[in-house]
């Protein structure tokens, strides 16, 4: 199978080429290519697409966000519709959602990172490592990533044995 890729809002609005958030948008969409061309399904998670909503809305003037929405409108519903080489995210159930928020308040008050000591995991960001913990118990046998800009969430690789590194 395949490599599973769960895209952060930080990759995707460099994808969309939004405004002011897409000082990378050539380097990501060079690995993008590079990904495409190794079979590897990407995976929108519920958080990326409401975070990159909401920064759409917040910038720049209306005909801009109206293009750059509709743009984001295309690739989200490119992955609802299982569009290669999109896979659809399986949106947390309530059940799950209460589990995450039982979590929060601990993550949010530890460090993020050792060189992050004053910021903790966001509310968004631990969804996409439940999703990504999700994905790993249902595809073993597959890589899987988090492909994110943000050093901490990049670090969620997951490779069984008889995957050669990248």
């Known amino acids: ?8 809002t930080s ?11 897409n000082q990378d948008a050539e380097r990501v969409g060079a690995d ?7 079979n590897c399904t990407f995976i929108l998670p519920m958080a ?20 750059t929405a509709q743009r984001f409108c295309d690739a989200v519903c490119a992955a609802f519709a299982d569009e290669p080489p999109y896979r659809l ?11 995450w928020l039982a979590e929060f308040p601990d993550k949010a008050g530890q460090n993020k990172a050792g060189n992050r000591t004053g910021e903790g995991t966001s509310f968004g960001d631990l969804s996409i490592i439940k999703e990504y913990e999700r994905c790993v118990a249902r595809f073993p ?15 969620y690789h997951h490779r069984p044995e008889h995957v050669a590194h990248r």
Do not use: K
Not at 11 to 21: A, K, S
Not at 32 to 38: A, E, I, N, P, T
């Open 1 to 8: 199978m395949s490599s599973i890729c769960l895209i952060d």
């Open 32 to 38: 993008f290519l590079d990904y495409v061309d190794s």
């Open 89 to 99: 995210s399986e949106f947390p159930s309530t059940r799950e959602v209460l589990e």
């Open 48 to 67: 990326t697409i409401l975070e990159t909503g909401n920064h759409i809305a917040q910038n720049g003037d209306g005909r801009l966000r109206r293009h």
């Open 11 to 21: 990759v995707f609005v460099n994808m969309l080429n939004v405004p002011g958030l």
């Open 141 to 155: 046998m597959s890589e899987l990533f988090i492909w994110s800009l943000d050093s901490d969430l990049e670090a």
